[in-house]
Nanobody, 126 residues
Framework: QLQLVESGGGLVQPGGSLRLSCAASGFTLDYYAIGWFRQAPGKEREGVSCISSSGGSTNNANSVKGRFTISRDNAKNMVFLQMNSLKPEDTAVYYC???????????????????WGQGTQVTVSS
């Protein structure tokens, strides 16, 4: 069974950091581009960051540039999202998603992705 599982979410104060992990089971991530999305209450799902299958190409949304970094370790079958300088507006459920291509044509389009995790809650509050 193909599955993605996110972890690492939690409650953090503004200015703090979290590192989200996305682990795959049932398939190898080597051939999949990966995206991170988030969804806040009452808002649409928003693309945050994406990475090519090799890790050689990354893209970040303007709202997180300079603060979030996506990376992957194909040997461990995992993808990460390092989030620094967190703001209250970063509060959302964060999802990782896998696309069956090396490079996604549009990182911000959820329809480009084939497999999704269940999400992990990130809350930024003092």
């Amino acid at each position: 069974q193909l599955q993605l599982v996110e972890s690492g979410g939690g409650l953090v104060q503004p200015g703090g950091s979290l590192r989200l992990s996305c682990a795959a089971s049932g398939f190898t991530l080597d051939y999949y581009a990966i995206g991170w999305f988030r969804q806040a209450p009452g808002k649409e799902r928003e693309g945050v960051s994406c990475i090519s299958s090799s890790g050689g190409s990354t893209n970040n949304a303007n709202s997180v540039k300079g603060r979030f970094t996506i990376s992957r370790d194909n040997a461990k079958n995992m993808v990460f999202l390092q989030m620094n300088s967190l703001k209250p507006e970063d509060t959302a459920v964060y999802y990782c998603a896998a696309a069956s291509v090396a490079v996604v044509a549009n990182c911000w389009d959820p329809d480009q992705f084939d497999y999704w995790g269940q999400g992990t809650q990130v809350t930024v509050s003092s």
